[in-house]
């Protein structure tokens, strides 16, 4: 198979998950590597990102109302994208055991927007930001924290295992960041800690409200059904049968033997989740976190 080929098959069958994680790092490159050929041309090197990023004045994001989800994909250096990709990714293993993937995006895109709304209302309310010049939010970080803080919220005694630390419930987590984040609003980069806290509150909000039965987002999943497309795989796995062959005197016969009914995926599938709960998912053998992974992406 050629390259070609093989990045093309990895992204088909590539989760949600990672195919957002590399639309981000795609874009850091592309921009990165712009902004280095600039330098070196002595070129101008930010009216692309100046129409991408989202502005705390309302007049400005009038003229680019795009920048609403677009800041979302820019990110201010290597540790800003590494911890936010990284977050996401582990999250992101998390959340598709107990929602489908157009609910991962669901919440991330509304997590960007909820977090940019925070943002703009937080400098343009608080007498602390009135003498702020020009500010501009960037960064996938009010996606993330409503993934993480969604996930957490379903599943808040759900442990798992840290390095140096050992076995810790995910809501411990998920809450150490967001405290983490109201701590640091008067150290500096208050606008992003407030972006934060606004996809954190969405994540927290919207997980509430699915347990009740009620879908606020389900227009907004309706509206960009197109484009969470994109990000869905284009072709589905064929179901694999096995092909038994039984001897009776000279002539074979074959039968096909389905996979296993929806109860017996469904035990197994319990049976995980109660041995994640009990001792973390690093206790998982690697067939049954590949069991649970196929499972969150078939749901």
């Known amino acids: ?46 009216f692309i990102t100046e129409w991408l990023v989202f502005p705390k004045e309302i007049g400005e994001y009038i003229f680019k109302p795009w920048s609403i ?8 250096g290597i540790w800003h994208i590494l911890s936010n990709m990284l977050i996401l990714y582990y999250a992101g293993i998390y959340f598709l055991t107990y929602f489908s993937s157009k609910k991962l995006l669901t919440f991330y895109f509304l997590g960007v927007i909820i977090g940019a709304l925070v ?19 960037v960064g996938a ?21 840290l390095m140096f630390i050992g076995s810790i419930k995910f809501w411990y987590i998920a809450a150490f960041l967001v405290v983490i984040d109201i701590i640091q609003i008067p150290f500096g980069n208050a606008g992003g800690h407030f972006a934060h806290l606004g996809g954190a509150l969405f994540g927290y909000m919207y ?34 049968m096995k092909t038994v062959y039984k001897k009776t005197g000279s002539s074979p016969f074959k039968t096909n033997v389905a996979s296993i009914n929806k109860d017996e995926k469904q035990q197994k599938i ?4 109660d041995k994640i709960s009990t001792s973390g998912y690093d206790s998982l053998t690697k067939q049954e976190k590949d069991f649970l992974f196929q499972a969150g992406k078939d749901n």
Do not use: C, W
């Not at 989800?69 to 201010?76: E, G, K, M, Q, R």
């Not at 608080?126 to 702020?132: K, L, R």
């Not at 879908?215 to 999943?221: Q, R, T, V, W, Y």
């Open 1 to 46: 198979m050629k390259p070609l080929d093989k990045l093309k098959f990895k992204m088909q069958t590539a989760s949600v998950v990672e195919k957002l994680i590399a639309v981000n790092v795609a874009v850091f490159i592309f921009f990165f590597i712009f902004k280095t050929i600039a330098f070196l041309f002595n070129l101008p090197s930010d």
């Open 69 to 76: 989800i677009t800041y979302s994909f820019l990110h201010s």
């Open 119 to 137: 943002y703009m209302l937080s400098y343009n309310l608080f007498p602390a930001f009135a003498a702020t010049g020009n500010s501009y939010l």
């Open 141 to 161: 970080s009010a996606g993330v924290m409503a993934v993480l803080v969604g996930v957490a919220t379903k599943v808040p005694e759900m442990r798992i295992r």
């Open 207 to 240: 997980t509430k409200q699915l347990s009740k039965g009620n879908d606020i987002a389900s227009g907004f999943e309706n509206f960009m059904n197109g484009f969470f497309n994109l990000f869905n795989n284009t072709q589905k796995a064929k179901p694999t």
């Open 270 to 273: 319990d049976a995980i989740l």
